[in-house]
């Protein structure tokens, strides 16, 4: 008698994810998902729950890949060295084909807004967490001396955040690692206190 084959629920787990990432939510469907990871649907029900609980476990796996990326930097960096080695990091340095995929919050958050709520609500709750990180750079940067007096870091948190998300957008279009530098170099450029340039 045949053996049942043995799934790796972490490597299904991958291929779904990165699935979702090239194609969204709602362009994935079920059948997708069963030929992607080589799961039957009762399977894929037993290791998952739904399609739903797979994005849900795939949002929130990116969101502490990020914070684990975040953690790291700030180990050896802080201020707008912090910020800038956060964007070098997980937006110029990254190769193109993962520019052009962009972030998966970002994306999820453009996709999802009014069409499925629920998802939309934790994909935006987990961005608002990296502008709390962009605050924590800009507060330390504020304490060196490295940010312009008259700059509110609160305000540049949000416009921070702002700018990292339409960076990914434009990675998505296909702009290139030394176009987006620019940007990058730019933003800091005018919120760099000039003593410190």
């Known amino acids: 008698m045949a053996r049942p084959v043995q799934i790796d629920r972490h490597q299904a787990f991958r291929k779904a994810r990165e699935l979702f990432w090239r194609r969204g939510y709602r362009a994935t469907s079920l059948h997708d998902l069963l030929a992607a990871t080589g799961m039957g649907k009762g399977s894929f029900y037993a290791a ?25 930097i700030s180990e ?44 939309h609500q934790l994909a935006s709750r987990y961005l608002q967490e990296l502008e709390q990180r962009c605050m924590t750079c800009l507060q330390e940067a ?8 008259n700059l509110d870091t609160s305000q540049l948190a949000a416009l921070t ?19 987006l ?3 990058v170099d730019l933003f800091i450029s005018l919120i760099c206190n000039e003593t410190q340039r």
């Open 181 to 183: 530098r620019q940007r």
């Open 76 to 119: 050896t960096h802080e201020g707008l060295a912090a910020l800038r080695e956060f964007l070098d990091s997980t937006l110029i340095n990254q190769p193109a084909a993962g520019r052009r995929r962009g972030c998966l919050l970002v994306n999820s958050v453009i996709e999802l807004e009014s069409v499925e709520p629920e998802l």
């Open 48 to 72: 998952f729950g739904s399609k739903q609980a797979v994005f849900e476990a795939a949002l929130e796996w990116y969101h502490q890949h990020s914070a684990a990326a975040r953690r790291r």
């Open 142 to 149: 504020r304490a060196a001396g490295e940010l312009k007096d």
């Open 161 to 179: 955040a702002t700018l990292l998300q339409g960076l990914r957008v434009d990675s998505r279009m296909g702009r290139s690692r030394e176009a």
